[in-house]
């Protein structure tokens, strides 16, 4: 299995290539250069796999035996998954009219990310280990992506992470888990700004190749194939439990509802198809509607500014998973891809072509929902069920209680109610906080901030190079923690 650029310009890489690379040399993504296709007989099999298991068989189909041995794979998402709180890893919650919540938030920082960022850790300490070398990740986070992806990487000797958050704009208690983790190879950017610029200096650094190589630099957004790849079992799970009968010719259909923001989870789900897996997918979005725009008119244009909601990590202009769906749905050609984003990228407004947009609208569904649509779904929910939702998952919960018929469907739950104190609090709810949550408030924390009219990507950038010669000068030890902003129980220090 070989893995190539959505935009044609680089020769082909294996996993290891593209798990270290995040972004393709030439500004695309990496995909697969072949999707592998199950027949009848394979999902019969998988029918009966734990969550575990299936992730242990799609891994499996994109990284070869020769690469990673199929026994130290399996012995690596056993590792990654030692830490989730649920014994099944993730679990299905079967409410009232209809309503299949799977659970994807048992992980260690209470959201879906957590499953896939620590295999993601796993893949890449085994191959640092092996090469004894070091690597600086760099990631933009809207949310949860920022906490899991430390949570993969703390403590380790050969990684550093920094990290990008839009200060004020994450939850109290998605800010907390990123900066109460005071490791020394975590470095945390309180950047004022929104979810789409904090993406900008990050862009910045991959593009300029030297820089990038010179410093090991690679990416943990779903931007990296890794991710995307784990996610694929998200898809044959809920399908597997919320099928009505798998002895049926052909096999019967099941929507699955994902709530959406960069497109990785809702792009994992139309490789799944690609494979043979017998799914409607529906894209569920809030007031950034540019996803739902862009399925149902072919208008991939951003919008004046990003609109602060309450399912605050789904904030987002740029779903830059979107360029691996039009590659896949135009038959791999790079060549129209490469156009589309570049054209994209110069005006923030494409028009899809006519067959590619009829392709799309054949491919996904897609529902738009407010904040006010967020409450009324979290509050009947509740009144249903007494089962809390976050926004997010409330977002896909509004999309099954507008349609209600019987259609066999699946909602992919990204993250625990418990983050999202001041959504709950609209919706007249208030959960208990989880110990691991509500310790947060009283913890120190660290964080640099970086400040409008303030070059970003310069700044990263002296960071980088401040970590690169600590870690040199200390025979390859994790560099000390700089000079941030460091808070103890309300006094501030630097």
């Known amino acids: 299995m070989e893995y190539i650029s959505t935009q044609g310009g680089v020769g082909a890489v294996d996993f290891e290539g593209a798990l270290f690379s995040g972004y393709a040399p030439d500004g695309g993504l990496f995909m697969p250069q072949s999707i592998p296709t199950l027949d009848w007989d394979t999902l019969q099999r998988w029918s009966c796999l734990s969550y575990r298991e299936l992730v242990k068989e799609l891994c499996s189909l994109f990284i070869t035996a020769k690469l990673v041995p199929r026994d130290t794979l399996n012995d690596l998402i056993d590792r990654a998954f030692s830490r989730f709180r649920h014994k099944d890893v993730v679990h299905l919650s079967r409410l009232k009219d209809g309503l299949n919540v799977l659970e994807l938030w048992h992980g260690v920082t209470y959201a879906f990310k957590d499953l896939s960022l620590s295999c993601t850790g796993q893949f890449l300490q085994y191959f640092l280990e092996k090469k004894q070398k070091h690597v600086t990740i760099l990631v933009g986070t809207s949310g949860d992506t920022g906490s899991s992806a430390i949570e993969s990487v703390r403590g380790q000797k050969n990684m550093d992470i920094f990290v990008l958050l839009p200060k004020g704009l994450c939850t109290q208690i998605q800010e907390l888990q990123m900066t109460t983790v005071v490791e020394d190879n975590v470095h945390v950017f309180a950047a004022h700004g929104n979810s789409d610029e904090i993406d900008e200096p990050i862009k910045e650094l991959f593009a300029d190749v030297d820089f990038a190589r010179k410093y090991n630099l690679m990416s943990l957004n779903s931007v990296n194939w890794s991710r995307i790849m784990v996610q694929i079992a998200h898809h044959f799970y809920a399908y597997f439990q919320c099928a009505p009968s798998l002895d049926t010719t052909p096999l019967p259909v099941v929507e699955i509802v994902v709530p959406t923001g960069g497109g990785g989870n809702i792009t994992a789900g139309c490789i799944a198809?690609?494979?043979?897996?017998?799914?409607?997918?529906?894209?569920?979005?809030?007031?950034n509607d540019i996803i739902h725009r862009t399925v149902q008119h072919g208008d991939l244009s951003v919008s004046e500014s990003v609109k602060a909601t309450l399912a605050s990590a789904m904030d987002i202009q740029e779903p830059y998973n979107m360029e691996r769906i039009f590659w896949l749905l135009s038959g791999s050609d790079s060549h129209l891809t490469k156009m589309l984003m570049e054209q994209f990228s110069a005006s923030k407004s494409l028009k899809l072509p006519e067959d590619l947009h009829r392709k799309l609208s054949k491919t996904l569904q897609s529902c738009s929902a407010s904040d006010e649509d967020i409450v009324r779904a979290m509050q009947r929910c509740w009144e249903d069920n007494r089962y809390l939702l976050c926004p997010h998952s409330a977002v896909a919960a509004h999309y099954h209680y507008s349609q209600l018929d019987s259609t066999p469907r699946c909602c992919l739950a990204p993250a625990s109610a418990a983050k999202f104190q001041d959504a709950m609090l609209r919706a007249g709810l208030a959960p208990q906080l989880p110990p691991g949550i509500a310790t947060l408030t009283s913890m120190e924390t660290r964080s640099i901030p970086l400040e409008q009219g303030q070059d970003w990507a310069q700044a990263l950038r002296e960071r980088i190079k401040a970590m690169a010669q600590?870690?040199?000068?200390?025979?390859?030890?994790?560099?000390?923690?700089?000079?941030?902003?460091?808070?103890?129980?309300?006094v501030t220090q630097t």
């Not at 198809?273 to 007031?287: D, H, I, Y």
């Not at 700089?482 to 309300?490: A, H, K, N, P, S």
Request: proline share 8%.
């Open 470 to 490: 600590r870690w040199e000068t200390q025979g390859g030890q994790s560099a000390p923690p700089g000079q941030g902003e460091i808070t103890r129980q309300g």
């Open 273 to 287: 198809q690609k494979m043979g897996l017998p799914v409607r997918l529906v894209a569920v979005v809030n007031s």
